[in-house]
């Protein structure tokens, strides 16, 4: 089943006279339960692509549907609905916002859908700390934890809602190796469970999280693999 399908799309940048094309007519299907991973060298457009495809962004030509719904025709304001109910974001950094417990982090970004009660925005919440292994540092601010720590907070915080998809814009970039391998094999879990995941990466232990491997130059989708993801459990 398609999740996401990305028809012909293009991105410009103008820069004085000069135009850009940072995205070159890219078509990709995304299917339902993957883990689809997008890697490349640096300057490829992954994270332009990864904007585009969640309606981050404004592309130039071209369009994209999340489950049949064109999201490219979407007002400001619809866009800001489904993004909520329907993608979860981690980036790089975590965007945790620094006065609230990792508690509090995810417990807020539950309210943002009017849908939930309150008692199952809690109940999920610590669900989700038990399952990102985070139960004990709960009540901590983001600077008192580790990276890992911290970057598993925001994975909790972008699975809260029970989005349809997650994009994952180089979640291990700011991680030394051993958090980076706990943030992967819970993503791997998650994975696992069901969850249909986004990555754009160039940590190659990441990339090997994936069940399907798109590789970006100079924004054409140069080569397309499937693959046995590695889940951490040698
Ligand atoms: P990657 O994520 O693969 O490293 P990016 O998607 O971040 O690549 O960037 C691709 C290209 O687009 C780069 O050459 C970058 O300089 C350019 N670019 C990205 N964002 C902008 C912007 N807002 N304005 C102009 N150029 C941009
Ligand atoms: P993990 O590998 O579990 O992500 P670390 O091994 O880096 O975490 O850290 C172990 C413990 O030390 C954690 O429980 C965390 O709360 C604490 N810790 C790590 N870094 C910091 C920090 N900068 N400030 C306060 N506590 C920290």
């Known amino acids: 089943e398609v999740i996401m399908r990305v028809n012909d799309v293009s991105k410009n940048f103008i820069n004085g006279v000069t135009d850009n ?14 883990f689809t991973v997008i890697m490349g060298p640096s300057g490829a457009g992954k994270s ?8 981050m962004d404004k592309i130039s030509e071209g369009e994209v549907f999340y489950k049949d719904k064109n999201i490219t025709k979407m007002s400001e304001n619809q866009m800001a609905s489904l993004r909520s109910k329907e993608f979860g974001f981690v980036f790089q950094q975590t965007h945790l916002v620094s006065y609230l417990t990792l508690y509090e982090n995810i417990l807020a970004a539950g309210y943002t859908n009017h ?3 309150v008692l199952n925005i809690k109940n999920r919440t610590h669900q989700l ?8 540092v709960k009540d901590h601010l983001p600077s008192q934890v580790s990276g890992g720590e911290a970057q598993r907070a925001a994975i909790a915080r972008a699975l809260i809602n029970q989005p349809g998809i997650i994009f994952a814009d180089e979640p291990t970039g700011a991680l030394n190796k051993a958090n980076s391998e706990q943030v992967l094999d819970l ?14 990466t160039h940590d190659i232990r990441a990339a090997m ?21 590695y889940d951490g459990d040698d």
């Open 129 to 136: 700390l038990e399952e990102m292994h985070i139960s004990h």
């Open 21 to 34: 094309q940072i995205l070159n007519h890219i078509s990709i299907d995304i299917y339902e339960g993957d």
């Open 48 to 55: 332009t692509l990864l904007y585009a495809i969640s309606g």
């Open 187 to 200: 993503m791997s879990r998650v994975h696992q469970s069901g969850q249909s995941i986004l990555m754009v």
């Open 209 to 229: 999280r994936g069940t399907r491997l798109l590789y970006i130059e100079d924004g054409h989708i140069v080569g397309e693999k499937q693959l046995i993801p």
């Open 115 to 117: 849908q939930n009660t």
